[in-house]
């Protein structure tokens, strides 16, 4: 499929570039999405972060180059990007388990991690709600934070700005100016190339904003899809979604923003929907 085989030209693409800098954008562009989108479809489809999959195969090499090619470990680090030793010993240890210097020694145990390679396995099972709605741009209000282009980072920061606001009374805050369409509050990742990457707790809303950041959601096409239970099972919806619903769906990842609606935000047994934008293929 289509889908399939732009992802795999991506993983070619970190192939080709693996001893340079390796450009998140153009791993969007391959893909027809933006950098963002790739990195929740790779992580969600290969279950390990695309950053831990480049420093897996660099180290597998790495290791390759220290045992066979009788090269210095200065100039190994320096080859995949680690200018400092120290930094390049880290990382070779969190792949391998040893140092770099102990390569050579006879009977060391190392580990490879050849390439991925995309394909289409058959699931679905369990039955997926979901429609499809075009919306008008939206107004939201409320507070952000910044989101890194690697992805893991940011399932540390969004979670700890949730439980703050929730600590302060802010998000009580917000959830008394809800009085627009979606109803719910939103987490919304803002995605604009010409803008940070932000990530926004908020409420759709009319009023007036004082104390708080204003974002005008894009106008899109969106598959929405519901489910509940603890806060955590979004994140399962959402792998399902870019795995099992997206390849074979007659859409691609459009380049809007992100939305989760949770209608009853409680984190023990949450209702929430999962907004993603669609554009239909193109034959």
Not at 98 to 117: M, W
Not at 140 to 169: A, Y
Request: glycine share 6%; net charge negative.
């Amino acid at each position: 499929m289509q889908w399939i085989e732009r992802l795999n030209h991506a993983i070619d693409y970190i192939e080709e570039h693996l001893t340079e800098e390796i450009d998140y954008a153009q791993l969007g562009k391959i893909s027809c999405c933006s950098s963002y989108h790739f990195q929740r479809m790779f992580t969600y489809m290969a279950e390990v972060s695309l950053s831990e999959y480049i420093r897996r195969r660099r180290m597998s090499l790495a290791a390759v180059d220290i045992q066979n090619r009788n090269l210095k470990i200065i100039d190994v680090a320096l080859k995949y990007g680690y200018s400092s030793p120290t930094a390049f010993n880290r990382a070779f240890q969190s792949v391998h388990g040893i140092a770099p210097s102990a390569v050579r020694k006879q009977g060391v145990s190392l580990r490879s991690y050849p390439p991925i390679k995309f394909t289409i396995t058959v699931k679905g099972v369990e039955e997926m709600n979901y429609r499809i709605e075009s919306k008008d741009a939206f107004r939201i209000v409320g507070v952000s934070v910044p989101l890194s282009r690697e992805l893991e980072k940011n399932f540390e920061v969004i979670p700890s700005k949730w439980q703050e606001i929730t600590e302060n009374g802010v998000l009580n805050q917000l959830i008394g100016m809800m009085n627009s369409s979606p109803m719910g509050v939103l987490g919304v990742c803002s995605y604009n190339q010409d803008e940070p990457l932000k990530y926004y707790i908020s409420v759709a809303t009319d009023q007036p904003q004082k104390d708080f950041e204003e974002y005008i959601v894009p106008a899109a096409t969106w598959a929405i899809f519901s489910g509940s239970g603890p806060n955590q099972s979004i994140q399962e919806l959402e792998r399902r979604i870019l795995t099992e619903w997206l390849p074979t769906s007659g859409y691609e990842y459009g380049n809007g923003a992100d939305v989760e609606v949770y209608i009853n935000p409680d984190p023990e047994n949450a209702q929430y929907e999962v907004w993603i934008p669609v554009v239909q293929k193109q034959n």
